[in-house]
Protein backbone atom coordinates (compact mmCIF):
# COMPACT_ATOMS: atom_id res chain seq x y z
CA UNK A 1 0.00 0.00 0.00
CA UNK A 2 1.53 3.57 -1.03
CA UNK A 3 1.84 5.95 1.84
CA UNK A 4 -0.61 7.97 0.72
CA UNK A 5 -3.40 5.29 0.81
CA UNK A 6 -2.39 4.40 4.49
CA UNK A 7 -2.40 8.09 5.49
CA UNK A 8 -5.86 8.73 4.15
CA UNK A 9 -6.66 5.33 5.97
CA UNK A 10 -5.23 6.70 9.09
CA UNK A 11 -7.17 10.34 8.90
CA UNK A 12 -10.64 7.82 8.00
CA UNK A 13 -10.11 6.34 11.16
CA UNK A 14 -9.02 9.04 13.34
CA UNK A 15 -12.73 10.29 11.77
CA UNK A 16 -14.30 7.62 12.93
CA UNK A 17 -13.00 8.25 16.57
CA UNK A 18 -14.29 11.76 16.10
CA UNK A 19 -17.91 10.90 14.63
CA UNK A 20 -18.01 8.00 17.58
CA UNK A 21 -17.18 10.25 20.36
CA UNK A 22 -19.53 12.83 18.97
CA UNK A 23 -22.13 10.10 18.71
CA UNK A 24 -21.55 9.23 22.00
CA UNK A 25 -21.76 13.06 23.66
CA UNK A 26 -24.65 13.76 21.09
CA UNK A 27 -26.93 10.70 23.08
CA UNK A 28 -26.01 12.35 26.29
CA UNK A 29 -27.64 15.38 25.09
CA UNK A 30 -30.43 13.61 23.83
CA UNK A 31 -31.37 11.78 26.98
CA UNK A 32 -30.61 14.88 29.62
CA UNK A 33 -32.99 17.32 27.13
CA UNK A 34 -35.47 14.12 27.50
CA UNK A 35 -34.90 14.02 31.36
CA UNK A 36 -35.63 18.14 31.42
CA UNK A 37 -38.27 18.14 29.41
CA UNK A 38 -40.37 15.04 31.39
CA UNK A 39 -38.97 16.89 34.66
CA UNK A 40 -41.56 19.93 33.13
CA UNK A 41 -44.49 17.73 31.47
CA UNK A 42 -44.38 14.51 33.15
CA UNK A 43 -45.41 12.25 30.19
CA UNK A 44 -42.55 11.03 28.91
CA UNK A 45 -41.65 8.05 31.25
CA UNK A 46 -42.14 5.73 28.03
CA UNK A 47 -40.17 7.70 25.53
CA UNK A 48 -37.06 7.69 28.25
CA UNK A 49 -36.99 4.14 28.36
CA UNK A 50 -37.64 3.77 24.75
CA UNK A 51 -34.13 6.32 24.21
CA UNK A 52 -32.19 4.57 26.40
CA UNK A 53 -32.74 1.29 24.53
CA UNK A 54 -31.95 3.09 21.01
CA UNK A 55 -29.25 5.21 22.62
CA UNK A 56 -27.26 2.01 23.64
CA UNK A 57 -27.93 0.52 20.39
CA UNK A 58 -26.88 3.29 18.53
CA UNK A 59 -23.49 3.44 21.10
CA UNK A 60 -23.42 -0.39 20.11
CA UNK A 61 -23.45 -0.13 16.49
CA UNK A 62 -21.31 3.03 16.01
CA UNK A 63 -18.43 0.95 18.44
CA UNK A 64 -18.85 -2.25 16.02
CA UNK A 65 -18.31 0.11 12.86
CA UNK A 66 -14.98 1.99 14.26
CA UNK A 67 -13.77 -1.37 15.39
CA UNK A 68 -14.27 -2.87 11.92
CA UNK A 69 -13.13 -0.04 10.20
CA UNK A 70 -10.23 -0.13 12.20
CA UNK A 71 -8.84 -3.46 12.04
CA UNK A 72 -10.40 -4.22 8.65
CA UNK A 73 -10.33 -1.92 6.39
CA UNK A 74 -7.10 0.71 7.27
CA UNK A 75 -4.00 -0.63 7.97
CA UNK A 76 -2.40 -1.18 11.25
CA UNK A 77 -1.03 2.19 12.38
CA UNK A 78 1.18 3.14 15.63
CA UNK A 79 0.13 6.33 15.61
CA UNK A 80 -3.18 5.74 15.40
CA UNK A 81 -3.57 3.27 18.22
CA UNK A 82 -1.47 5.79 19.95
CA UNK A 83 -3.96 8.26 19.59
CA UNK A 84 -7.04 5.83 20.33
CA UNK A 85 -5.32 4.43 23.78
CA UNK A 86 -4.55 8.51 24.66
CA UNK A 87 -7.94 9.88 23.39
CA UNK A 88 -9.73 6.45 25.36
CA UNK A 89 -7.54 6.87 28.45
CA UNK A 90 -8.32 10.66 29.09
CA UNK A 91 -12.00 10.20 28.45
CA UNK A 92 -12.04 7.51 31.15
CA UNK A 93 -9.98 9.08 33.59
CA UNK A 94 -11.44 12.77 33.14
CA UNK A 95 -13.88 12.31 36.00
CA UNK A 96 -10.85 11.70 38.44
CA UNK A 97 -8.63 14.31 36.79
CA UNK A 98 -11.42 16.74 37.54
CA UNK A 99 -12.46 15.68 41.38
CA UNK A 100 -8.95 15.29 42.19
CA UNK A 101 -7.27 18.46 43.57
CA UNK A 102 -3.53 18.03 41.78
CA UNK A 103 -5.43 18.32 38.33
CA UNK A 104 -7.99 20.62 39.10
CA UNK A 105 -6.62 23.61 37.30
CA UNK A 106 -6.37 22.28 34.09
CA UNK A 107 -9.01 20.30 33.62
CA UNK A 108 -11.57 23.13 33.95
CA UNK A 109 -11.10 24.46 30.96
CA UNK A 110 -12.88 21.54 29.25
CA UNK A 111 -15.37 21.20 31.25
CA UNK A 112 -17.22 22.85 28.72
CA UNK A 113 -17.24 20.00 26.28
CA UNK A 114 -17.50 17.20 29.01
CA UNK A 115 -19.97 18.55 31.64
CA UNK A 116 -22.06 15.98 33.45
CA UNK A 117 -19.42 12.45 32.42
CA UNK A 118 -19.74 10.68 35.01
CA UNK A 119 -19.33 7.48 34.75
CA UNK A 120 -21.52 4.80 34.83
CA UNK A 121 -25.10 7.05 32.90
CA UNK A 122 -22.82 8.08 30.29
CA UNK A 123 -22.13 7.17 26.64
CA UNK A 124 -19.35 9.29 26.17
CA UNK A 125 -17.88 7.17 29.21
CA UNK A 126 -18.53 4.36 27.49
CA UNK A 127 -17.12 4.92 24.30
CA UNK A 128 -14.29 6.33 25.96
CA UNK A 129 -13.56 3.23 27.66
CA UNK A 130 -14.25 0.95 23.86
CA UNK A 131 -11.92 3.57 22.17
CA UNK A 132 -9.26 2.84 24.77
CA UNK A 133 -9.78 -1.32 23.89
CA UNK A 134 -9.44 -0.42 20.35
CA UNK A 135 -6.66 1.36 20.65
CA UNK A 136 -4.95 -1.39 22.81
CA UNK A 137 -5.83 -4.09 20.42
CA UNK A 138 -4.26 -2.11 17.56
CA UNK A 139 -1.22 -1.48 19.42
CA UNK A 140 -1.13 -5.94 20.20
CA UNK A 141 -2.45 -7.43 17.84
CA UNK A 142 0.07 -8.37 14.81
CA UNK A 143 0.06 -6.31 11.72
CA UNK A 144 0.02 -7.74 8.14
CA UNK A 145 3.22 -9.07 6.98
CA UNK A 146 4.64 -6.67 4.42
CA UNK A 147 5.06 -8.08 0.53
CA UNK A 148 8.17 -7.68 -0.77
CA UNK A 149 9.02 -8.07 -3.95
CA UNK A 150 11.17 -10.74 -5.15
Not at 27 to 40: K, Q, S
Not at 86 to 97: K, Q, S
Amino acid sequence: MTDQKRNVASIISVAGLIVTLGGARGLDAMIAALGHINAETFWLPLAILWAYSIANLVLAALSLLLFWLVFNRAPRSVWVAVVFVLVGLFIVTYPILFYAPGFCCWAHPLDVLLTNLLPFPSHTFTAGGIIAIIGLFALVLPREKQMTAA
